[in-house]
């Protein structure tokens, strides 16, 4: 697959249990923070975003944190199912267009 | 509401041919970019067009890589020659407005023998 090579770190966690994959951005003047997840053979598709005037933010299942101090992004993912299996992204950008993308944490749901 | 999409899926050729990849944004969605990542890197930015107009190709790896988007709608990025380097995934995404999320294409993977 197209992960080959790109040593991911991996979250194996439960399937019913909590995930939560963290982030650590790199420019203390980012503003806009965005989680993505990626399947197998698919592009990176939005799930929350947050705001660097936010500390969290909360979606159908997932929330998000922001820790502007130590430069930390942490998603959530409640009760964990077989389709979150993926490769999870973070980016970040400074309110402009050219995104920063984490090098990704691969979430594995052990049935 | 269809999303971005991305043709060929899949394309593999020889060292110093020519590949062209193509972009349809979402409906309505002015600004467009491309981002790449190659084996065992971070999905990396290439350029960004707002409509017609390339707003900044600053990471365009060298002369070899072309994007337009004449008429502000669909966009193609032409590799030639390719070099073996090339190989990756190359992703597109789109945005209504500078600054708002982006949403991505399911990508063109181009493996470069």
């Not at chain 1, 992960?3 to 963290?22: A, F, R």
């Not at chain 1, 965005?34 to 936010?54: A, H, L």
Request: net charge neutral.
């Amino acid at each position: 697959g197209e992960s080959v090579g790109l040593h991911l770190p991996t979250l194996s966690v439960q399937e019913g249990d909590n995930s939560i994959i963290n982030c650590a951005y790199s420019n203390s003047a980012s503003d806009y923070f965005i989680w993505y997840k990626q399947e197998s053979g698919k592009g990176p598709q939005f799930i929350i975003d947050i705001r660097s005037n936010m500390d969290k933010r909360q979606g159908q299942r997932v929330t998000v944190l922001l820790n502007k101090t130590v430069k930390h992004l942490s998603l959530q993912i409640a009760a964990t199912q077989p389709g979150d299996s993926a490769v999870y992204f973070c980016a970040e950008t400074t309110g402009t267009y050219k995104y920063i993308f984490g090098t990704g944490t691969r979430l594995k749901v052990l049935a | 509401e269809a999303g971005v999409t991305q043709f060929p899926s899949h394309s593999v050729i020889e060292k110093g041919q020519t590949v062209t990849l193509r972009c349809d944004p979402i409906s309505g969605h002015d600004n467009l970019y491309w981002y790449r990542r190659v084996m065992g890197k971070e999905i990396k930015f290439l350029l960004h067009f707002v409509k017609e107009s390339k707003q900044d190709e600053s990471g365009m790896p060298n002369n070899r890589f072309l994007a337009e988007r004449t008429g502000g709608t669909y966009s193609t990025l032409k590799v030639q020659p390719a070099e073996l380097e090339d190989s990756g995934v190359y992703f597109c995404a789109s945005s209504q407005g500078v600054g708002e999320t982006q949403y991505f294409g399911p990508g063109t993977r181009l493996l470069v023998l």
